[in-house]
């Protein structure tokens, strides 16, 4: 069993430590201004010093939630795509949650540093790795997106050394942390005019005022 939190009592995957769930819209990476309905896990063992979600990783804070409920909420709006985020989602068996999802004919997109195994079904992965627990090499293949938070200016040869365990295909983003973000974007500006292979996120929805 794993430490995060009791396993028991979350009836493999029938049950999940919800911190919140809201519709909203996408504010990072490849689906950036697309409307979609946020599933917010709780618990992460990666502890990222500017984790801007650091309320979420204890997950004794957050009551197993039926999943059948969190389904309902999600299907109560107009919303056709899910992001499944965290916390650390793939600490939990997501199998039960996407299917169900899915059998809603909805999308699932999933956020994820990709240091635990994969489980569920995702339409669209986003691996944002992270240094001090770098990711399994099964989430190298499996993410649509590759999205590397910079705070600094050594993190884009780390962000390189990611890019080269991608697929062709996934998707090259850097995404300035929040709290340094004005004093990096030159940096960011002129090191994608000079690699075009990667494209620049912003957290769109911090200058939205939304969720
Ligand atoms: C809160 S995390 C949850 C999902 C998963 N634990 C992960 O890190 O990918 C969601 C996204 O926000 C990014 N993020 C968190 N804090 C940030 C910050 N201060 N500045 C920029 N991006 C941040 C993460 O890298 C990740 O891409
Ligand atoms: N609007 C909005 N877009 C997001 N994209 C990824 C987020 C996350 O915290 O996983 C996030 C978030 O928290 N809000
Ligand atoms: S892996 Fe994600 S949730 Fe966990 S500390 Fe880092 S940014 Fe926060
Ligand atoms: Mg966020």
Redesign the pocket.
């Known amino acids: 069993m794993k430490e995060a939190t009791n396993y028991d009592l979350l009836d493999g995957g029938r049950k999940l430590p919800l911190v919140e769930d809201f519709y909203t819209i996408q504010g990072e990476g490849f689906h950036t201004g697309k409307p979609a309905y946020f599933i917010r896990l709780g618990g992460?063992?990666?502890?990222?010093r500017?984790?801007?979600?650091?309320y979420?990783?204890n997950p004794k804070l957050y009551p197993p939630t039926d999943i059948s409920e969190v389904v309902r909420r999600a299907t109560s709006c107009q919303a056709q795509a899910i992001v499944i985020?965290?916390?650390?989602p793939l600490l939990y068996p997501l199998g039960p949650l996407t299917s169900a999802l899915k059998g809603h004919g909805l999308k699932i997109f999933l956020?994820?540093?990709g240091?635990h195994p994969f489980s569920g079904y995702f339409d669209w992965v986003c691996l944002?790795p992270?240094r001090q627990?770098p990711p399994l090499p099964e989430a190298f293949w499996r993410a649509h997106e590759l999205k590397v938070?910079v705070e600094r200016e050594a993190d884009l040869q780390w962000a390189e050394r990611n890019a080269e365990q991608v697929g062709r295909e996934c998707k090259l983003f850097l995404q300035p942390e929040w709290s340094v973000s004005e004093e990096i974007m030159p940096l960011l500006v002129e090191y994608v005019k000079a690699h075009p292979a990667w494209n620049i996120s912003i957290q769109t929805h911090k200058y939205m005022h939304i969720p």
């Open positions: 992460c063992d990666v502890g990222c500017w984790c801007d979600a650091k979420t990783w985020t965290g916390g650390e956020e994820t540093s240091s944002s992270k627990q938070i």
